[in-house]
T-cell receptor, first 110, second 116 residues
């Protein structure tokens, strides 16, 4: 079954420290993975997609098919990174169906 | 564009009452999704539509839940009768189709439902 797992519901780090939000997936096909973010009082929005191999707001995520992971990383956390982060998997080629993980609430302490 | 518009933003009701949540997608978007957000389960896809037609409702919890999309600019999610375990934030999202869809769903602000 297609599934996305984010093992940490809460993650707290100090400003300037590295951040890693874990995401593992289960999917038999060729995966397409995404990270979405919800800042306080803002809408849930796309942060980055693995296909683009881009860095957004200092965050990167690498798809590791061997480990079926798509962890989100940032070398130096900033207070404005505090938010709810969701990992998502596209589970149907040709359809726009995304399955989300349970989410990780990241808190950056000053 | 105001983005995806949901109403009401907050709803408090008593067990057994009917609840109707509303969504207006972004103009020109042909996909519409209903998600439910809870602490325990995160974001769950309930149902989605393409060109007003329900494509996949496998995430709808039970017969108490129903969703409709009578036209391209309006959708409803109805719970009848409501139960305390339905308390959650319900999100509507929309997107437009295309072979190069890049995975971006546009979410509304959500409707926070509390069933007492």
């Amino acid at each position: 079954a297609q599934r996305v797992t984010q093992p940490e519901k809460l993650l707290s780090v100090f400003k300037g420290a590295p951040v890693e939000l874990k995401c593992n997936y289960s999917y038999s096909g060729s995966p397409e993975l995404f990270w979405y973010v919800q800042y306080s009082r803002q809408r849930l929005q796309l942060l980055l997609r693995h296909i683009s191999r881009e860095s957004i707001k200092g965050f990167t995520a690498d798809l590791n098919k061997g480990e079926t992971s798509f962890h989100l990383k940032k070398p130096f956390a900033q207070e404005e990174d505090s938010a709810m982060y969701y990992c998502a998997l596209r589970i149907s080629q040709g359809a726009q169906k995304l399955v989300f993980g349970q989410g990780t609430r990241l808190t950056i302490n000053p | 564009d105001a983005g995806v518009i949901q109403s009401p933003r907050h709803e408090v009701t008593e067990m057994g009452q009917e609840v109707t949540l509303r969504c207006k997608p972004i103009s020109g978007h042909d996909y519409l999704f209903w998600y439910r957000q809870t602490m325990m389960r995160g974001l769950e896809l309930l149902i989605y539509f393409n060109n007003n037609v329900p494509i996949d409702d496998s995430g709808m919890p039970e017969d108490r839940f129903s969703a409709k999309m009578p036209n391209a600019s309006f959708s409803t999610l109805k719970i009848q009768p409501s139960e305390p375990r339905d308390s959650a934030v319900y999100f509507c999202a929309s997107s437009n189709s295309g072979s190069n869809w890049a995975g971006e769903l546009f979410f509304g602000e959500g409707s926070r439902l509390t069933v007492l």
